[in-house]
């Protein structure tokens, strides 16, 4: 875990859909995951599930882990500074984000407040 994950928040953010290949918007990149396949963002941005499926799990401070959410091909999830003021967050930094199958993931920056997302 780096120090720039320790106070970010992850949030879904709706979705998207997905067809063939996205096209990359600036500072994107796309990852492709095998079966079982750990990632970890690495600051604020967003995480466009583009194939297969993701699951998110927050680890628990009496140990295990608790399963939040598969993410599906076209789920949007943000990493970013602040709590929404409703809804649900997860610290990231407590977070396993774990590859259920063969997935491909596109990681971006945030967008501009007040930039519409495609």
């Keep these: 875990m780096s120090r720039a994950t320790e106070k970010l928040w992850l949030?879904?953010?709706?979705?998207?859909?997905v067809t063939g290949d996205?096209?990359?918007?600036?500072?994107?990149?796309?990852?492709?995951?095998?079966?079982?396949r750990l990632?970890?963002?690495d600051g604020p941005g967003e995480l466009l599930v583009h194939r297969g499926r993701l699951r998110i799990s927050e680890l628990r401070d009496e140990g295990?882990?608790?399963?939040r959410?598969?993410?599906q091909a076209g789920d949007v999830w943000r990493c970013q500074p602040d709590p929404p003021p409703a809804g649900p967050a997860y610290p990231l930094a407590r977070c396993v984000l774990m590859a259920l199958g063969e997935s491909r993931v596109v990681l971006s920056p945030l967008p501009d407040p007040g930039?519409?997302?495609p």
């Excluded at 996205?22 to 079982?36: D, E, H, K, V």
């Design 11 to 17: 949030v879904p953010a709706g979705r998207r859909p």
């Design 22 to 36: 996205p096209r990359l918007a600036p500072g994107a990149r796309m990852l492709r995951l095998a079966t079982a």
């Design 39 to 41: 990632l970890q963002p």
């Design 64 to 67: 295990g882990e608790i399963a």
């Design 69 to 71: 959410d598969v993410a």
């Design 115 to 117: 930039e519409d997302t």
